[in-house]
């Protein structure tokens, strides 16, 4: 019985770093298969042109009546920055879903600057998709909505 090495133990503070600052209003949470296939799916969209990053214009294409999917991370401080999204996205009709991590979330959508959120939208912002690069996306896209709804009728 060998004490744990260096790795394992900076994984266990990880572990506790995500526990510690997740925002008390991070409800709902993803599991972590969701998350893995919530990022997976704004690869493909970021990829694809198909991705709205940070608050400012996730509010903007809200409020125009883009519908997405809006992906909020859960440690961001000061709360205030996040705390209108949830209620905006619900009155859109757009699902959303918290992660842990703004860190991952900025990894996932391409970018190196953490991110508060992205709508992944099924649309890119310019130009168009070709069908089947679109079908893929729409797959994806509805496989993780449905998780989120799924998600969402059991925390309410």
Known sequence: ???DTEAEKSIQKEKKKYAISLAPIAKPLAGKKLQKRTFKLI???A???CLKRGVKEVV???RRGQKGLCVIAGNIS???VITHLPV???EAGVPYVYVPSKEDLAQAGATKRPTCCVLVML???KGELAVDEL???KTDYEQVSDDIKELLSTVV
Do not use: H, N, R, T
């Open 1 to 3: 019985m060998g004490s």
């Open 43 to 45: 690869q493909k969209a």
């Open 47 to 49: 990829g694809k042109k």
């Open 60 to 62: 903007k294409s809200i």
């Open 78 to 80: 000061p709360i205030d």
């Open 88 to 90: 905006l996205c619900e």
């Open 123 to 125: 649309k890119p912002a």
């Open 135 to 137: 079908e893929k996306l």
